[in-house]
T-cell receptor
Framework: NAGVTQTPKFQVLKTGQSMTLQCAQD?????MSWYRQDPGMGLRLIHY???????DQGEVPNGYNVSRSTTEDFPLRLLSAAPSQTSVYFC?????????????FGSGTQLSVL | AQTVTQSQPEMSVQEAETVTLSCTYD???????LFWYKQPPSRQMILVIR??????QNATENRFSVNFQKAAKSFSLKISDSQLGDTAMYFC?????????????FGKGTRLHILP
């Protein structure tokens, strides 16, 4: 199984550019989420989804959009990149939050906004 | 709001020693899940151990065990016979499965160095 596939691994953007971070899982997981990791801040939730067609905001949603048109895919869109969005981004999924199932993480995207 | 606190930003221990990482959390719920995740320099997040709050028995996974004190809202991770490969960032996480508006919450992490 591929698990959670996250692309790209590295990206450099200029301020104001837009881009999409891709995330796909092949485990038929209901729950998918995006986190950003910053030094000294741990992992902070950006957006999450409990199933196809359902998305919700996390702790730090501003400047990001998501959609969940299929069970497998959960892309994260940066609308107009800002230096404050320089971070490591992780996509994560789990079979069921209700059952307290563990999160499966992608390998992360190192994003730099100049 | 539910919170997770890891009070030790960084720790160092000698190889083969035992080390304990602390984690406290705040919730008014009775049923929830707690996790420890490891993030080595490769950046990959790996589940170390999982605890169900309604189980009194502390979870163990080989050299890793937890001390779950529900009344004190404490969830510490003990690593026995530490190895160089245990060098990593460790995150404590909390999940309330019944509250749709609450998320999987992570602490800020403890960076652990195992010294040869």
């Amino acid at each position: 199984n591929a698990g959670v596939t996250q692309t790209p691994k590295f990206q450099v953007l200029k301020t104001g550019q837009s881009m999409t971070l891709q995330c796909a899982q092949d485990m038929n997981h209901e729950y998918m989420s995006w986190y950003r990791q910053d030094p000294g801040m741990g992992l902070r939730l950006i957006h999450y989804s409990v199933g196809a067609g359902i998305t919700d905001q996390g702790e730090v949603p501003n400047g990001y959009n998501v959609s969940r048109s299929t069970t497998e895919d959960f892309p994260l869109r940066l609308l107009s990149a800002a230096p404050s969005q320089t971070s490591v981004y992780f996509c994560a999924s789990s079979y069921s939050r209700m059952l307290g199932e563990k999160l499966f993480f992608g390998s992360g995207t190192q994003l730099s906004v100049l | 709001a539910q919170t997770v606190t890891q009070s030790q930003p960084e720790m160092s221990v000698q190889e083969a020693e035992t080390v304990t990482l602390s984690c406290t959390y705040d919730t008014s719920e009775n049923n929830y899940y707690l996790f420890w995740y490891k993030q080595p320099p490769s950046r990959q997040m790996i589940l170390v151990i999982r605890q169900e709050a309604y189980k009194q028995q502390n979870a163990t996974e080989n050299r890793f065990s937890v001390n779950f004190q529900k009344a004190a809202k404490s969830f510490s991770l003990k690593i026995s016979d530490s190895q160089l490969g245990d060098t990593a960032m460790y995150f404590c996480a909390f999940m309330d499965p019944m509250n749709r508006d609450d998320k999987i919450i992570f602490g800020k992490g403890t960076r652990l160095h195992i010294l040869p």
